[in-house]
């Protein structure tokens, strides 16, 4: 059994080894047994594949439940995990203070910080406060015993709510209070990804796009590479054209294609390695 301090460890140490990593999201112990059976390094949850598998969108989903989500991945691997927890389900510094520490206690060695709310209504938080936020799940972190890596994102590109420039000024704000990776979802090329690299000191995280690739984004300085619900909503595009053609063709050709059950059983054996 590998102990938390180790994954804190490592997780930090991937972000300093000069080039970019994937760090795919699984949504239940299944998918994250898959994901280290085939050899990624680091995991992190995603807020909307698991709301999807409980049958809700995401945001629908309280804290004591995303919590013992991540336990539960994190009790079933060996490989450090991270959280999305979207904004720490606090709009106070001291809410997202408890959330990391909490985080802490489920065996997670890292987590997101959102600046964005969608109660009572969406919106993006004001810039003081979203600093301030931050701030307080960083003082969270470095009370523990062990490296927590701590994500700070700026969500107005990804919400359609101002540009990247109000992004970069966020992030390096985020930075400055001692965030130690920062992560502007919705970039989507790599002009835009240079230019959050370039305003910054600390790691980079980028969500994946079909537009771009790992060597790109490794050369443009990226530190870290997350596929978010992509790939719950990949499992599950498959499993609508398989039950789309019984449906509508009364043909089982998009059967044929599955994964051999022998296969999948083998990797669910998997707790990842380090």
């Keep these: 059994m590998v102990s938390q301090a180790e994954k804190g460890v490592r997780f930090r140490a991937l972000h300093e080894r000069g080039e970019a990593f994937v760090i795919p999201n699984p949504w239940d112990v299944g998918s994250a047994r898959m994901l280290g059976a085939q050899g990624f390094e680091a995991l992190a949850t995603t807020s909307a594949g698991f ?14 439940e995303k919590l013992a989500h991540c336990r539960e991945i994190c009790s079933a691997m060996d490989l450090p995990v991270s959280a999305d927890l979207e ?7 001291e809410g997202v203070a408890e959330t990391v520490l909490l985080a802490a ?39 523990l015993e062990f490296p927590f890596t701590v994500t700070a994102r ?20 985020y930075e400055m209070v001692g965030a130690n990776v920062v992560y502007a979802p919705g970039l989507r090329t790599l002009g835009q990804v240079g230019a959050v690299v370039g305003a910054v000191d600390v790691p980079v995280n980028v969500l994946a ?12 300085g990226v530190s870290r590479i997350s596929l ?27 059967l044929g294609k599955v994964v051999p059950s022998r296969d999948v059983a083998q990797m669910m054996k998997s707790r990842g390695e380090i």
């Design 105 to 143: 206690k489920s065996g997670l060695v890292g987590c997101s910080i959102e600046d964005y709310t969608i109660a009572p209504e969406p919106r993006i938080y004001e810039f003081e406060l979203a600093v301030a936020r931050v701030k307080g799940g960083v003082e969270a972190a470095k009370s």
């Design 87 to 93: 904004n720490c389900f606090a709009d106070t510094p």
């Design 51 to 64: 709301a999807y598998s409980l049958g809700r969108v995401d945001g629908q989903v309280t804290r004591d």
């Design 154 to 173: 700026a969500e107005n590109v990804l919400r359609g709510m101002f540009d990247i420039d109000e992004a970069i000024r966020r992030l390096k704000a």
């Design 209 to 220: 796009t079909k537009d771009l690739e790992v060597a790109g984004l490794s050369a443009a």
């Design 228 to 254: 978010g619900s992509s790939l719950y909503l990949a499992a599950i595009g498959g499993f609508i054209r398989a039950t789309e053609e019984i449906k509508q063709q009364g043909t089982f050709t998009e």
